[in-house]
């Protein structure tokens, strides 16, 4: 009996240190590839100083204001110069869209809803550049340039080049702005990620020959 009981004994012992052993090799290479993946995501590469540049931002600021700004997009292009300008306060929004064709008065009083969306939803041509901004955004024609106070906000200056986009980058300038297309200009993105002060030239080099040129400029000035 006392025989039998040391086998088992035995038995047991050796299905533990086997199960252990086939434990430490599953568990090993999964921390591995965890670390490994940690360590290769672009986010753990990003720069911890660098300012996430939204739009998304802008729009949230307006719709749902904290503070006072004034807020002023603009848009030229051959065919069109669009204007929009407006003073954005917590409870009320004042200002006015134009362009070659109109002038479209906007007001807006949060206690009224209908008025406040229908104020706010004027100034949402700026949703229209999101596909300009994602081109260059975290690439290597964004550079940063420095720090200071702009607008009345704490924000970092990027310069904007596609002309130092690395390899894959210019492969893809290249198929979405054609051959000699571009986007230059420089912006100031304060730390929610808005960008406060825009200048941005942006051209399209068409297979047609025809070159299609638009000039971005936004501004949010605090009050």
């Known amino acids: ?70 807020y002023t997009y603009k848009k030229d292009t051959e065919d ?4 929009q300008d407006a003073d954005i306060m917590p409870d009320t929004i004042s200002g006015s869209s134009k362009d070659k064709y109109a002038t479209r008065e906007i007001k807006g009083v949060k206690s009224d809803k209908q008025s406040w969306q ?21 690439s290597s024609a964004m550079v940063r340039e420095g720090t200071g106070k702009m607008n009345g906000y704490d924000a970092a200056q990027y310069s904007i080049d596609t002309s130092r ?31 406060v002060q825009l200048s941005l030239d942006s051209e399209m080099h068409l297979k047609n020959g025809t070159i299609a040129k638009q000039h971005y400029e936004i501004q949010m000035v605090k009050k």
């Open 1 to 70: 009996m006392c025989a039998n009981f040391r086998v088992r004994c035995s038995v047991w012992a050796i299905t533990v240190c086997v199960l252990f052993s086939v434990l430490g090799c599953k568990l090993g290479p999964s921390r591995d590839r965890k670390e490994e993946k940690t360590a290769s995501s672009p986010a753990a590469a990003k720069n911890s100083n660098d300012f996430d540049l939204d739009l998304n931002c802008v729009i949230e600021s307006i719709q749902n204001p904290a503070e006072a700004f004034h």
């Open 80 to 83: 069109n110069n669009l204007i």
């Open 118 to 138: 229908t104020a706010w939803t004027s100034l949402m041509a700026i949703s229209g550049m999101s596909s300009t901004i994602a081109l260059v955004n975290h």
């Open 165 to 195: 986009g690395n390899t894959a980058e210019a492969g893809l300038y290249k198929a979405t702005l054609g051959d000699g297309g571009f986007e230059k200009g420089t912006v100031w993105v304060n730390a929610k990620g808005c960008p």
